[in-house]
């Protein structure tokens, strides 16, 4: 199972870089998104915010994938995901045409375009924080997984 943990944290991670290198050089085009999602945020926030995001995609894709600390590194990045499924799933509830602002996953296959939408992006990111955070219940109960320190 520790195995399972491991390729799941690796596949994650390289989610997350993927995610964070996409918006890392139009912080512009990244608060535009952030201002699609139409939550009252001050500008100082929505500014710092489509700054610092994709350097905090990275730092956790990063960690994942080398497996420092991995129940806090989990946990960082269960509060991303559930943060970022409460924004989508309030987009679609409320009707917003956006789209999730990280990655075109159209290229690879139209039919994966439906993951751009408010409704594929929720669900997307619901199954990505359920098994994230089913893989950090396991390495919290499991007496092999305990954090390493570098």
Known sequence: MKFVF??????????????????????LATLASIYSYQIPLPDWLANASAHCLPWVEILLGFLLIIGVWPFAVTSAAILLLALFTFLTSQAWW?????????????????????????????????????????????????????DRTP
């Open 6 to 27: 491991r390729l799941w944290a690796i596949c994650l991670g390289l989610l997350l870089i993927s995610a964070g290198m996409s918006k890392i050089d139009s912080p």
């Open 94 to 146: 409320r009707g917003l045409p956006i789209e999730c602002g990280c990655m075109d996953f159209s290229g690879i296959h139209p039919a994966l375009a439906f993951l751009e939408t408010p409704a594929g992006s929720t669900l997307r990111n619901l199954f990505l924080l359920m098994t994230t955070a089913a893989m950090a219940v396991f390495q919290k109960n499991h007496p092999a997984s305990k």
